[in-house]
């Protein structure tokens, strides 16, 4: 039986002016793989990277389009720690690479959620990242608008009814391409997302001091962190344990907090059954409110 082939880089590919993928055959470790040191077009580094979810892709993205529109220059990619085993890496990886962005950017989705019958913001995601200067109107009435050099752009102050259909018009959008790809006039419809789903919350054991609090919907972080404070765990007979305040766990877009324990568990058994107090007050990012439980 042949041996199974050796974790690698399958592809590299520019997929816009500043942001190149590379996707491996398996899945790689995402803390080693996010080092933006371990990749480099011309010996130079993107400013970031990040992994996708399934941990077999690797957005790179650069300063400027000059360091990615190159002819004939060597992209290079250091050995990457697998996920399965961060002592196995995959292949050092070289290519003769050359790009030009020759795509005109678009509008890809159009997000406006709300809890109630009007909608004060709408996120706008572009096809790739979008230089400044572009002209919004929404329903014929102007906004202004700011990428940040971003695909993304989340426009607030607005009063949008729920109940209705709505129009964006975009004008002049241009992506960071050396010679910038300008589409002069777009135009999407949408709707607005009615939601008014109460959050939940789970907690379960992580490690011997922390209790890992699990949201089902993206949460208000304030809302969270001033509820869940020291006084919030009990012991069996809820009895006061001390513990310092939720904090929450990066990329877990708000879903996720740690609560560190910080009094002495362990003193007489190696197990102990806590209660964690769920308290009102806390909210999703819009304004939906977790029933208070224990």
Do not use: C, W
């Given at each position: 039986?042949a041996a199974?082939?050796?974790?690698?880089?399958e592809?590299?590919?520019?997929?816009?002016?500043?942001q190149?993928?590379?996707d491996?055959?398996?899945?790689?470790?995402?803390?080693?793989?996010?080092?933006?040191t371990?990749?480099?077009?011309?010996?130079?580094n993107?400013?970031?990277?990040?992994?996708?979810?399934d941990g077999?892709?690797a957005?790179?993205?650069?300063a400027?389009?000059?360091?990615?529109?190159?002819?004939s220059?060597?992209?290079?990619?250091?050995?990457?720690?697998?996920?399965?085993?961060t002592?196995?890496?995959?292949?050092?990886?070289?290519?003769?690479?050359?790009?030009?962005?020759?795509?005109?950017p678009e509008?890809?989705?159009?997000?406006?959620?709300?809890?109630?019958?009007?909608?004060?913001?709408?996120?706008?995601?572009?096809?790739?990242?979008?230089?400044?200067g572009?002209?919004?109107?929404?329903?014929?009435?102007?906004?202004a608008?700011?990428?940040?050099?971003?695909?993304?752009?989340?426009?607030?102050?607005?009063?949008?009814?729920?109940?209705?259909?709505?129009?964006v018009?975009?004008?002049?959008l241009?992506?960071?391409?050396?010679?910038?790809?300008?589409?002069?006039?777009?135009?999407?419809?949408?709707n607005v997302?009615?939601?008014?789903?109460?959050p939940t919350?789970?907690?379960?054991?992580q490690?011997?001091?922390?209790?890992?609090?699990t949201f089902s919907?993206?949460m208000?972080?304030?809302?969270?962190?001033?509820?869940l404070?020291?006084?919030?765990?009990k012991s069996?007979?809820?009895?006061?344990?001390?513990?310092?305040?939720?904090?929450?766990?990066?990329g877990?877009?708000?879903?996720?907090?740690?609560?560190?324990?910080?009094?002495?568990?362990?003193?007489t058994?190696?197990?102990?059954?806590l209660?964690?107090?769920?308290?009102?007050?806390?909210?999703?990012?819009?304004?939906?409110?977790?029933v208070?439980?224990?």
């Amino acid at each position: 039986t042949a041996a199974p082939a050796a974790p690698a880089v399958e592809s590299v590919s520019a997929i816009n002016a500043t942001q190149v993928e590379v996707d491996f055959s398996v899945a790689v470790d995402k803390t080693d793989a996010e080092i933006a040191t371990h990749y480099a077009i011309d010996d130079v580094n993107p400013q970031t990277v990040g992994l996708s979810a399934d941990g077999k892709t690797a957005t790179l993205t650069f300063a400027s389009a000059s360091e990615v529109e190159v002819s004939s220059k060597v992209l290079e990619v250091e050995g990457i720690e697998t996920a399965e085993d961060t002592l196995v890496k995959t292949a050092v990886f070289t290519q003769v690479f050359s790009y030009e962005d020759k795509v005109k950017p678009e509008i890809v989705s159009l997000e406006s959620v709300t809890a109630s019958a009007t909608a004060g913001s709408l996120t706008i995601t572009a096809s790739e990242p979008i230089a400044a200067g572009s002209t919004l109107k929404i329903d014929g009435v102007n906004y202004a608008v700011n990428f940040n050099g971003t695909n993304t752009a989340t426009v607030t102050g607005l009063s949008l009814d729920a109940a209705k259909a709505h129009t964006v018009e975009l004008l002049n959008l241009s992506d960071k391409a050396t010679t910038a790809n300008v589409t002069a006039y777009t135009t999407k419809s949408f709707n607005v997302t009615v939601d008014a789903t109460v959050p939940t919350a789970t907690v379960s054991a992580q490690g011997d001091h922390h209790i890992l609090v699990t949201f089902s919907k993206s949460m208000d972080d304030t809302s969270v962190t001033t509820a869940l404070v020291n006084g919030v765990v009990k012991s069996e007979s809820l009895g006061a344990v001390a513990s310092n305040t939720a904090v929450a766990v990066p990329g877990s877009n708000n879903t996720k907090y740690v609560i560190e324990v910080t009094d002495t568990l362990y003193a007489t058994t190696d197990s102990r059954t806590l209660h964690v107090v769920l308290p009102t007050g806390m909210t999703d990012k819009l304004g939906n409110k977790l029933v208070a439980s224990t």
